[in-house]
């Protein structure tokens, strides 16, 4: 049985490395092309990024390859006798144990994550984290870990023990839990990681409450998040279930946009809530958890003893993390397929709140900043874009380029077709 899994993982993992090894292909045969939404220079420098993302990501694969056989050849024998002789009771040698693996995580993921931010992101102009934002953002990921996040596992621990059905138990538990952070991540979550103020312009904030009151939603407020002291980019958000929606505007977008095109962005936003997307994602979510839960609770006790462990409930936890990556490999496109019809018809709705020319402008804003190479090649769509591709999207809005010189891209450089 062992076997098996070892061999899936090794299928997965190369079916990844060979999309990611496909998509750089492609973005380094379209880098010397002729430039798109962008000028030449512009063009360059995102195609550069994307393949400098891909290395890191490709490195990424081996990395979880590695630490996946670690983990079951060795890992789990070798973590299980170090916390059976420090306890003597299944519950706490279970907490011993998720803490431990998620200690060894951390410390292999974290160069991976500095070398992002400070390396890459820095090359090109995004990260305005210090060092010290980084490690004050660490300490705080980690005591919310050891507080919240190890209250949640020791419920987990106590329900696997604790019931036959344990799996189910777990998936409701799980399942409710990702309803909750969805509820209080706008009001609580957030606010532990940023600065958010309530928008400053009397004039914009009316335009999008008189924008939202067409499309029939409250929410709690308008906040503007300093998203600039981490990073660059731009980007809002429509935060937060129930009462606790708010509308949360990056600093960097409202630099970069004007009001119109703020109030197409937010339309498409609107669009989400309006069609019950968020709602539609968490049903298919919901689903993917059962089937990791149903597996897992129905795997026989068999490969725990070829990892030379016992199945406390900390190890099949553990366990359902590492095996976790090649259920969701599967599902996630079907997920991403959805999310990209979903899109579609919220740009139709942003552009009838506003103007098919002002979310183009717009989109064309947000491609430039953030740096989005327009190609990528098919495989990779399928698998990860959970967005249309940025030319689709404009195609499908009536548009099709014309012409691209060195200045900015702009409005009437498209012609309705």
Do not use: C
Request: hydrophobic share 50%.
């Amino acid at each position: 049985m062992l076997e098996a899994l070892v061999l899936l993982f090794s299928l997965y993992t190369a079916l990844k490395v060979y999309i990611s090894v496909m998509q750089l292909g492609y973005i380094i045969s379209k880098r010397g092309k002729e430039p798109i939404l962008m000028n030449s220079e512009e063009y360059k420098i995102a195609a550069n990024y994307s393949i400098e993302k891909e290395k890191v990501a490709l490195f990424s694969h081996f990395v979880e390859y590695l630490f996946f056989l670690w983990w079951v050849i060795f890992g789990f024998g070798f973590l299980y006798e170090f916390v059976s002789n420090i306890f003597d009771t299944t519950f706490k040698q279970s907490l011993l144990f998720v803490a431990g693996y998620f200690a060894i995580d951390y410390i292999i993921t974290l160069p991976v994550s500095v070398y992002q931010t400070f390396i890459i992101d820095k090359k090109y102009g995004f990260t305005q984290t210090t060092p010290k934002i980084f490690l004050f953002d660490q300490i705080k990921s980690i005591v919310l870990f050891f507080t919240v996040g190890f209250g949640v596992i020791a419920l987990l621990v106590w329900i696997i023990a604790s019931f036959d059905l344990w799996w189910f138990y777990a998936f409701i538990f799980v399942v409710s839990l990702i309803l909750l952070i969805n509820f209080i991540y706008p009001t609580i979550i957030a606010p532990m990681f940023n600065k958010f103020s309530p928008l400053a312009d009397e004039e914009l904030k009316i335009k999008i409450e008189t924008l939202m009151e067409k499309s029939g939603m409250k929410s709690s407020g308008i906040f503007v998040m300093d998203a600039s002291k981490r990073d660059a980019r731009l980007n809002a958000y429509f935060g937060g279930l129930g009462k606790s929606k708010r509308v949360v505007l990056f600093d960097t977008l409202l630099e970069k946009l004007n009001h119109d095109e703020l109030l197409a962005v937010l339309g498409h936003e609107l669009g989400h809530f309006k069609h019950g997307d968020i709602w539609k994602n968490i049903i298919l979510m919901t689903i993917l958890m059962f089937i990791v839960f149903f597996m897992l609770g129905n795997l026989s006790d068999t490969i725990f003893s070829q990892m030379h462990t016992a199945p406390i409930a900390g190890v099949k936890l553990i366990f359902m993390i590492l095996v976790l990556p090649l259920v969701t490999f599967v599902w996630m496109p079907i997920v991403s397929f959805f999310s990209r019809m979903h899109e579609y018809k919220a740009d139709e709705y942003g552009s009838n709140m506003s103007s098919k020319e002002n979310l183009i402008s717009a989109l064309l804003k947000l491609v430039k900043e953030n740096k989005s190479f327009p190609n990528s090649h098919p495989i990779y769509v399928f698998f990860y874009y959970s967005h249309p591709p940025i030319i689709e999207r404009l195609s499908v809005l009536g548009y099709s380029e014309k012409k691209v010189n060195e200045d900015d891209f702009k409005i009437t450089d498209f012609v309705k077709q």
